[in-house]
Nanobody
Framework: QVQLQESGPGLVKPSQTLSLTCTVS??????????WSWIRQLPGKGLEWIGY???????DYSPSLKSRTSISRDTSSNQFSLQLSSVTPEDTAVYYC??????????WGQGTQVTVSS
């Protein structure tokens, strides 16, 4: 059973870069053909997909966030990371990492609250 765990600062100042890491256990992030995503839930709103990195290192991002987003991975540590630059208070959200396989998200982290505030 694969498990995902988000980690990173819970408070980020405006204009800075939000950095989160997802540590995966019970399965490898290089296993065919899984995609590893970042998703967030803004206060009082639904889930918003941010982007993913695939089992072979390809990436794709939400068009609305693409200019500020970078997702990378460390295969030796079985981790993948999110960087969201130039954050504003509107980026305050619960951030989740998740695994996608067969066109559905089948494993999720528990989520981590990130607040953007000075």
């Amino acid at each position: 059973q694969v498990q995902l765990q988000e980690s990173g600062p819970g408070l980020v100042k405006p204009s800075q870069t939000l950095s989160l890491t997802c540590t995966v256990s019970g399965g490898s992030i290089t296993t065919d053909f899984y995609y590893w995503s970042w998703i967030r839930q803004l206060p009082g709103k639904g889930l918003e997909w941010i982007g993913y990195i695939t089992y072979n290192g390809n990436t794709d991002y939400s068009p609305s966030l693409k200019s500020r987003t970078s997702i990378s991975r460390d295969t030796s540590s079985n981790q993948f990371s999110l960087q969201l630059s130039s954050v504003t208070p509107e980026d305050t959200a619960v951030y989740y990492c998740a695994r996608e396989g067969a066109y559905r998200f089948d494993s999720w982290g528990q989520g981590t609250q990130v607040t953007v505030s000075s």
